[in-house]
């Protein structure tokens, strides 16, 4: 049988957390014949609450399991890891400033980083889910100088997947039919989703929906998707997270399909303009276990003024955190 594959998953307590971690303990990330083993990173008063998940998952007696282990301490929670997801991450509380947010992230994902620098199998990869996402992979990277900063990405995949559901419904057509979405950009409400060279049965999407509609529709409702979730479930989106996220694992470590891409919040190579560096979303294809920001696509004016709108807030972001030091 293959070695168990570490897989470290931190805000193991939390929302997405609970749906995150019965899928991948169940092999729908790594795929069925590769066995897991879960680290799971929390803060000290959540660390009993994750533990009541680890009795569950111990009764889903999931084969692929070969041991689960909760931590408070991230220099044990990523000591040999292969995949790490860093859910766990500071709200934006009443009254807190965007610096406040900033260094409290700030706090966290440069501990972080420091452990996967040390402690991390050769092989890491991450993607950062907890919010500020995007600007938490660049301090994530930042206290990691051992480790290529490519291998710190951060989640867009659930705007990809929402903008494909979303052209899927306008069109009549199932997602599948769906090809060639990107995100561009930060996971905020500035990124954009462009279905400029998305094709829908192999028909180029621009031919079937009217501009209007991605301007004054499409666009709003993928950039907005998580405020509707919370205005009609009562809570922000969780499970949706979650599948997204092992998405991301999942296509970087297995690859995408032949004539498709995916979306990820990557360090900018230069590519499209995005200063080098910026963790920003492009469109990417994977094999091997790499990435590759998908290269020679024409940028017309409005995607252009579009993506440069949500790079300069990154770059904002950037020069945020690096004012505090934590870069
Ligand atoms: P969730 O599990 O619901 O969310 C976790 C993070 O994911 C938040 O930062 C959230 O951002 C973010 N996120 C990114 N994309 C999305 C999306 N599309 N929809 C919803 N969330 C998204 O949060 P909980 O509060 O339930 O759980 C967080 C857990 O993390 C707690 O158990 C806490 O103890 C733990 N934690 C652990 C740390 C550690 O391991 N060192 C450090 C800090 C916290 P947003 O807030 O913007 O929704």
């Given at each position: 049988?293959?070695?168990?594959?570490?897989?470290?998953?931190?805000?193991?307590?939390?929302?997405?957390?609970?749906?995150?971690?019965?899928?991948?303990?169940?092999?729908?990330?790594?795929?069925?014949?590769?066995?897991?083993?879960?680290?799971?990173?929390?803060?000290?008063?959540?660390?009993?609450?994750?533990?009541?998940?680890?009795?569950?998952?111990?009764?889903?007696?999931?084969?692929?399991?070969?041991?689960?282990?909760?931590?408070?301490?991230?220099?044990?929670?990523?000591?040999?890891?292969?995949?790490?997801?860093?859910?766990?991450?500071?709200?934006?509380?009443?009254?807190?400033?965007?610096?406040?947010?900033?260094?409290?992230?700030?706090?966290?994902?440069?501990?972080?980083?420091?452990?996967?620098?040390?402690?991390?199998?050769?092989?890491?990869?991450?993607?950062?889910?907890?919010?500020?996402?995007?600007?938490?992979?660049?301090?994530?990277?930042?206290?990691?100088?051992?480790?290529?900063?490519?291998?710190?990405?951060?989640?867009?995949?659930?705007d990809h997947?929402r903008a494909v559901a979303q052209l899927a419904a306008r069109t009549?057509t199932?997602?599948?039919?769906v090809?060639k979405l990107a995100i561009w950009g930060?996971?905020?409400a500035t990124q954009y989703p462009d279905i400029s060279h998305a094709t829908v049965?192999?028909r180029p999407a621009t031919e079937l929906v009217e501009q209007d509609w991605i301007r004054d529709e499409f666009i709003p409702r993928v950039a907005k998707r998580?405020?509707?979730?919370?205005?009609?479930?009562?809570?922000?989106?969780?499970?949706?997270?979650?599948?997204?996220?092992?998405?991301?694992?999942?296509?970087?470590?297995?690859?995408?399909?032949?004539?498709?891409?995916?979306?990820?919040?990557?360090?900018?190579?230069?590519?499209?303009?995005?200063?080098?560096?910026?963790?920003?979303?492009?469109?990417?294809?994977?094999?091997?276990?790499?990435?590759?920001?998908?290269?020679?696509?024409e940028i017309s004016d409005f995607s252009r003024s579009r993506i440069?709108a949500s790079?300069?807030?990154?770059?904002?972001?950037?020069?945020?955190?690096?004012?505090?030091?934590?870069?």
């Amino acid at each position: 049988a293959a070695a168990p594959v570490t897989v470290t998953v931190t805000g193991a307590a939390g929302q997405i957390g609970y749906a995150l971690l019965f899928r991948i303990a169940s092999g729908a990330m790594l795929g069925p014949e590769v066995p897991v083993k879960l680290n799971l990173l929390e803060v000290p008063q959540a660390v009993h609450a994750a533990e009541g998940t680890v009795l569950e998952l111990l009764d889903c007696a999931f084969e692929l399991v070969a041991g689960i282990d909760v931590y408070d301490n991230p220099a044990h929670a990523f000591d040999g890891a292969s995949l790490a997801l860093l859910v766990g991450a500071k709200p934006r509380g009443p009254g807190m400033e965007r610096a406040d947010l900033l260094a409290a992230n700030g706090g966290i994902f440069s501990v972080q980083g420091r452990a996967i620098n040390d402690g991390a199998a050769d092989d890491i990869k991450v993607v950062v889910v907890g919010n500020p996402a995007n600007t938490n992979a660049l301090i994530t990277a930042a206290h990691a100088p051992d480790i290529p900063a490519s291998r710190f990405t951060a989640l867009t995949r659930l705007d990809h997947d929402r903008a494909v559901a979303q052209l899927a419904a306008r069109t009549g057509t199932g997602v599948s039919a769906v090809r060639k979405l990107a995100i561009w950009g930060n996971h905020s409400a500035t990124q954009y989703p462009d279905i400029s060279h998305a094709t829908v049965d192999g028909r180029p999407a621009t031919e079937l929906v009217e501009q209007d509609w991605i301007r004054d529709e499409f666009i709003p409702r993928v950039a907005k998707r998580g405020a509707e979730v919370i205005a009609v479930r009562g809570g922000s989106s969780a499970a949706s997270a979650a599948n997204a996220a092992l998405e991301h694992m999942r296509l970087w470590v297995q690859g995408t399909p032949e004539g498709d891409w995916t979306s990820m919040a990557v360090p900018s190579d230069g590519s499209y303009g995005v200063p080098e560096g910026v963790v920003s979303s492009f469109p990417v294809t994977t094999s091997g276990g790499s990435y590759k920001i998908v290269p020679g696509l024409e940028i017309s004016d409005f995607s252009r003024s579009r993506i440069d709108a949500s790079v300069t807030e990154l770059q904002e972001e950037r020069d945020g955190v690096r004012a505090l030091g934590l870069i």
